[in-house]
């Protein structure tokens, strides 16, 4: 799709979750580069604006600055308020955050927090800006998956059950909507380089680039419902998609078991 036609179609203003780094700041450089103009969200103001200026002098686009908690009723009134009146043809939803280890040593209110935010935001930006995308008559949605999410991963099962929420509800909106001319993607990458891994508390040996799930992602929009971004995330995916899942469950454990063995046995 050229830049003319995603303009038209997804344009003029597109919203990022989770912008302030990794997945979501490579969205917002490379939706820049296409000429949308952007509504910025993320926690931290500071690392906002710095991005938003940087993206306005290099690109020449208008952007606009939400500093919001989405794990809070609060931050997520923000964000619809902050909207009001913008015409966003793009939802693209990468806030979200992981943890890892056995779930018997987690803290209980940190788990709530992953699930308010990586399901419970979710769904609230999918209905309110579903909504506005069938009035103004299409627009666009990518949402984060993950290949952890099409099975069960032990060391890291709420995070992997989260993102086989998200998944899940992309697969059913992007038949449920099309009539109404609304694209939604599911993004499943496998490791990332980007503040996921740190603030998860795992070691990755490997990983794609941000830029690469970005690329990949919005070459994909409106054109399949699901994308495996990067040669590393497609050669996971395709070589444990053919066995049973309870045999890729235990192949994850052992994966998941070495990412996260500086963690002993906490939990155990």
């Known amino acids: ?60 686009i208008e952007t606009v600055v939400a500093a919001a908690d989405l794990g809070t009723p609060e931050g997520l009134a923000a964000v619809d308020r902050t909207t009001t009146g913008v015409e966003v043809g793009l939802l693209v939803a990468c806030a979200g955050f992981g943890t890892s280890g056995l779930l018997l040593g987690t803290e209980l209110a940190r788990e709530r927090e992953m ?40 060391r890291s099962a709420h995070y992997a059950a989260t ?39 795992m070691r990755m040996s490997a990983a794609v680039l941000p830029a690469t799930v970005a690329r990949a992602s919005l070459r994909a929009l409106g054109r399949q419902g699901t994308v495996v971004p990067g040669s590393l995330s497609k050669w996971l995916t395709w070589s444990l998609l053919p066995l049973p899942r309870s045999v890729r469950t235990r192949i994850l454990a052992q994966v998941m078991g070495a990412m996260t063995k500086h963690q002993g046995r906490a939990g155990a």
């Open 1 to 60: 799709m050229n830049r003319t036609v995603f303009l038209r179609k997804y344009g003029p203003w597109a919203l990022i979750t989770g912008a302030s780094e990794g997945i979501g700041q490579a969205f917002a450089q490379q939706l820049a580069a296409l000429g949308l103009n952007l509504v910025l969200v993320a926690r931290r103001v500071d690392r906002l604006h710095e991005l938003a200026q940087g993206l306005k002098t290099g690109y020449r």
């Open 115 to 154: 699930l308010d935010v990586n399901c419970y935001a979710l769904l609230h930006g999918c209905v309110v800006f579903g909504r506005r995308f069938r009035q103004r008559g299409g627009g666009g949605l990518i949402l984060m998956s993950s290949l952890v999410g099409w099975q069960g991963t032990p």
């Open 163 to 201: 993102k086989a929420y998200v998944q899940s509800l992309a697969e059913a909106l992007a038949i449920e909507w099309k009539p109404a001319h609304i694209d939604v993607l599911a993004c499943a990458p496998g490791p990332v380089h980007s503040g996921f891994a740190a603030r998860a508390g």
